[in-house]
């Protein structure tokens, strides 16, 4: 084939859905780092890196599998998690969690 | 025409849906590496038509290898996208400044992939 054109949705579509299977428990890992430092009282300085990192791989990947909402939450934990103090109250960073995490188990709806 | 891109990235789940997209809906021939390290091996050995390289990578990343790969006579004319999660416009400008073809942000629409690399890189 010579042109790149996305003349394929339906099979691209079924390769993503067994994309998406196989690396939820990768995107689950990454989540759980999240809530986990959402509930950290206080947030160690390992811990903020090791969720500012969950956070900007999940930024980078959700959106491939359309949940750009996911995408845009996870990049808003990002940029929060990147300061110094976090830019964000535990409060805020549970609830994108919590957001995320139903996104991710209902990824259709 | 069929092309011949190297995909460096060390996220599996990005890499892969990268060589999925580009393969199934350009028919392109998609060859893989999972460092910069390795990147540089395989784009000396393949010489690819062009080269998506991740910014932030353990070891060695995107913007050291791709200088690297400018040093090295055998690569040094393979065009190379970087591929970011960094959407921030200083990060942006900082990485166009080093001198590559195009910054692609993450997540990329897996549907667009390719034509939004041919279209960089005037394939059409």
Do not use: Y
Not at chain 1, 26 to 41: F, P
Not at chain 2, 36 to 49: N, T, Y
């Amino acid at each position: 084939m010579t042109s790149a054109a996305p003349t394929q949705p339906q099979p691209m579509a079924a390769a993503l859905a067994r994309m998406w299977a196989k690396f939820l428990p990768e995107i689950d890992a990454r989540l759980k780092i999240l809530e986990e430092s959402a509930g950290a009282n206080p947030l160690s300085a390992e811990q903020q890196t090791a969720a500012h990192s969950a956070a900007h791989k999940l930024a980078g990947s959700l959106g491939m599998f359309g949940l750009h909402r996911g995408t845009e939450l996870a990049r808003q934990t990002e940029l929060a998690l990147a300061e110094t103090p976090v830019a964000a109250t535990q409060a805020d960073l549970a609830d994108w969690a919590a957001e995320l995490r139903a996104l991710i188990q209902a990824p259709n709806q | 025409m069929s092309r011949r891109i190297l995909i460096i990235d060390d996220e599996d789940d990005i890499r892969q849906v990268a060589a999925l997209s580009l393969e199934t809906v350009a028919g392109w021939d998609v060859i893989v590496a999972n460092c910069g390290a390795q990147g540089l091996e395989r784009a000396a050995e393949h010489l690819p038509d062009a080269i998506l390289l991740d910014v932030m990578m353990p070891g060695m990343d995107g913007p050291t290898t791709f200088r690297e790969l400018r040093k090295n006579p055998v690569t040094a004319k393979i065009p190379v996208m970087l591929l970011t999660a960094k959407v921030q416009g200083p990060d942006q400008r900082r990485f166009a400044d080093l001198g590559v073809e195009a910054v692609l942000l993450k997540p990329f629409d897996p549907l667009t992939l390719a034509s939004q690399m041919e279209k960089v890189l005037g394939w059409t």
